[in-house]
Each structure stands twice: as structure tokens, then as C-alpha cells.
């Protein structure tokens, strides 16, 4: 089983930057795939990002890509989601997710086992 817990959400300005990090307890962490989701209010949550278990593939949504970054970093058990260039259409609750074997649809909620709680990202106009 894996736990992960997200840290670094806040309040930025359009335009801003913010880093959240996820720490992964419980078995292997470098076997695991990762993602990032998000949920607005009133919405579904959607994908954003998503990284393989070698971090040789990532993944993203059309509406971050090349402003969102997802990396890992194995030795400390550890993903991150850099994110620049902020709008106020970034503002959700994002989530953390990880997955054990098979990657097969990483942009699915459906694909992940565990989730963690959440971490809120408010950016402003």
C-alpha cells in the first residue's frame, strides 16, 4: 500500500509560481507511477500531470502543458508538480495518485489506487 500526502499549496498571484510536493510512504516508491489531479467546485477532477516509475515518461494536460513540470525523485520518495505562469483557472484542490504494475491510461482517475487528501491552490486575479 501506498499513502501519499501532498504539502505546498497557497494562495499566488496570476502570473506566480508554486511547487507542491508529494511524499509517498508504504512499499517501494520507485515501483510506483504517479500523477497529479485536480478539482475545482462544481467540477469533475481532472488529469494534469502523470510520470512513469523510472521518470522516463510524463504526461500532461493540453491546458499546462509547458507551463506545469512533474518530476520525481526516488531517493527521497518524493514527486513534484512545479507550476508557473498561473491563471486563476488553476484554482482547485489537487490531488496525488499513485499506481503499482501496469500504467496503461494514466490520464484516468480509474487507473490510480491511492489517493491523498488533497492540498488547496488559490491563484488570484
Known amino acids: 500500500q501506498v499513502l501519499p500526502v501532498e504539502s505546498g499549496g497557497g494562495l499566488v498571484q496570476a502570473g506566480g509560481s508554486l511547487r507542491l510536493s508529494c511524499a509517498a510512504s508504504g512499499r517501494s516508491f520507485s515501483s510506483v507511477h504517479m500523477g497529479w489531479f485536480r478539482q475545482a467546485p462544481g467540477k469533475e477532477r481532472e488529469f494534469v500531470a502523470a510520470?512513469?516509475?523510472?521518470?522516463?515518461?510524463?504526461y500532461y494536460s493540453d491546458s499546462v502543458k509547458g507551463r506545469f513540470t512533474i518530476s520525481r525523485d526516488n531517493a527521497k520518495n518524493t514527486v513534484y508538480l512545479k507550476m508557473d505562469s498561473l491563471k486563476p483557472e488553476d484554482t482547485a484542490v489537487y490531488y496525488c495518485?499513485?499506481?503499482?504494475?501496469?500504467?496503461?491510461?494514466?490520464?484516468?482517475?480509474?487507473?490510480?489506487?491511492?489517493w491523498g487528501r488533497g492540498t488547496q491552490v488559490t491563484v488570484s486575479s
Open positions: 510520470i512513469t516509475w523510472s521518470g522516463g515518461y510524463t
Open positions: 495518485a499513485a499506481r503499482d504494475g501496469l500504467f496503461p491510461s494514466p490520464q484516468s482517475p480509474s487507473t490510480y489506487e491511492y
